[in-house]
């Protein structure tokens, strides 16, 4: 018999595509996902620590399903991924009603940890470490056009802010040979761009044996026919090599983007969030990527509100983000998490100071961003379509290698899958409006 499957997934890409292997994997044990949570015979909760925002919405999801508990008692809760590895026994105290709690680890063993739930009706509790495997099962609701494949997981850097370490443990790569097998056959059905996952995605490779790096692998996955675009993140600027920036310059499908997150620019909060390098060596990669790559687009996180975050080390995150010229910037206000040594730290900073840097930062990065969108007008950029606009289905919608959002009029063509050259007419807040450029008047993108 058929069952239902109503999946919630919070926080990363990593998450995401989680999220998908669990679906493929249940699929094999008769679930059929659902959209409706009062529909379904299995809910699970895909949840992310990072942040306790991210935690307070699993436990007021957790709140509106346990009505739903009451009126259709063999339902079964699940809460899955980085806050069930962080927080364990704590959520079945809050929300007695979730039947199971597992971490990432335990995903490759969805299938049994449900069938164990459903024969015993007994709560359960996951969260050992276990040997990395890689998944490629999927639904068949995922998007083949563009598709996340995680090619390492774990995290060793000890950022004093970050639970990764705990959630997700220590750095694992997958093989080159895996990795390509599961892009060969997403690109066989249909797959046109790749985002290779890892939380420090530049440090991929070290771990293996024979010892590989990302930039061999990026040559690797070029090969594969099919793939026209290769991203990956999150890199971190203290693996950042030479070798790497020469790469997004020479392998000709990795596209030119790269997130960098700098976190601050203070050396003084660099240093207590140990993160490995000084604002002068974060600059100094900047202008190597900008030199090699000179067509190069930025991203960047940046956190805000560190404990002992001054006005002045604040100052210097701005500089930073108008020195570098970001075209995206992702500001976060600090957030104490439980085990980490930041959290412990005096000088915590009161909520109304990150609330006004956050929007200070945000309203410098904006101002930055406007400025690198306007002088995209008149240029003619490869746009990969991903078929009729949501807001008016005669333009099509695509992305540029530089990951902007870009409409054009197409008379109500799909032309999904396509790239095409698109001249920019227009530079939106947040997105990029063209035209179709025709064959011959391509130009640089
Ligand atoms: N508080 C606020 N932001 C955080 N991040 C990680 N940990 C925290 C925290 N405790 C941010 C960092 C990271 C992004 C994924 O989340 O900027 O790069």
């Given at each position: ?11 990363c890409q990593m ?133 996340f494949v995680t090619v390492m997981e774990g995290c060793e850097k000890?950022c004093?802010?970050c639970?990764v ?6 750095e694992?790569s ?20 790749v985002t290779l996952l890892g939380q420090t995605v530049n440090a991929y490779g070290r ?6 790096d990302l930039a061999e692998l990026l040559?690797?996955v ?8 290769i991203r990956f993140t999150t890199s971190n600027p203290y693996n950042l090599t030479t070798r790497l920036i020469r790469a997004i310059r020479?392998v000709?499908?990795v596209v030119e983007y790269l997130h960098l997150p700098v976190q ?6 660099l240093?207590?969030?140990?993160r490995g390098y000084?604002?002068?060596r974060y600059l100094e990669l900047i202008a190597e990527l900008k030199?090699t790559v000179?067509?190069i687009a930025l991203g960047t996180d940046i ?21 570098v010229?970001y075209d995206n910037v992702f ?71 530089c990951n ?42």
């Open positions: 018999m058929i069952s239902k499957l109503h999946l919630i997934t919070y926080g998450n995401e595509y989680d999220s998908e292997r669990v679906a493929g994997l249940l699929k094999a044990q008769q679930y059929e996902l659902t959209d409706r949570a009062d529909d379904a015979d299995l809910i699970l909760l895909n949840t992310c620590a990072i942040r306790e925002r991210a935690e307070d919405k699993v436990y007021s999801q957790l709140g509106a399903l346990k009505h739903l508990k009451r009126s259709r008692p063999h339902v079964i809760i699940g809460v899955m991924g980085c806050m069930a590895q962080l927080q364990q026994g704590k959520i079945q105290e809050r929300a007695p009603y979730v039947d199971l709690v597992f971490g990432s680890p335990a995903i490759a063993r969805v299938g049994e940890l449900v069938a164990r739930v459903k024969a015993g009706r007994r709560p359960l509790l996951e969260t050992g470490e276990a040997p990395l495997v890689k998944i490629t099962a999927k639904p068949e609701s995922a998007d083949p056009l563009r598709a000890h004093t802010f639970v370490p705990t959630t997700r443990g220590r694992r997958h093989a080159p040979e895996v990795i390509c097998d599961e892009i060969r056959a997403l690109a066989a059905s249909g797959c046109r761009e771990d293996l044996t024979p010892a590989t040559e690797r070029n090969a594969i026919d099919g793939i026209e675009r020479d000709p499908k601050s620019g203070s050396d003084r909060v240093e207590r969030m140990n000084t604002q002068a030199e000179p067509e956190i805000v509100g560190f404990p002992g975050e001054t006005d002045e080390d604040f100052a210097r995150t701005v500089a930073v983000v108008e020195q010229r500001a976060f206000r600090y957030s104490r998490r439980p085990g980490t040594p930041a959290a412990g730290m005096p000088d915590q900073v009161p909520d109304q100071v990150k609330a006004a840097r956050n929007t200070e930062i945000l309203a410098a990065a904006g101002r930055v961003a406007a400025e690198r969108s306007a002088r995209l007008r008149g240029r003619v950029m490869d746009v990969l379509v991903d078929g009729p606009s949501r807001r008016n289905p005669a333009d099509a919608s695509g992305r540029t290698r902007r959002v870009v409409n054009f009029d197409a008379g109500g063509a799909s032309l999904r899958g396509a790239v095409l050259p698109v001249r920019i007419t227009e530079a939106l807040p947040h997105s990029l409006r063209g035209e179709l450029a025709g064959v011959g008047q391509r130009g640089v993108s």
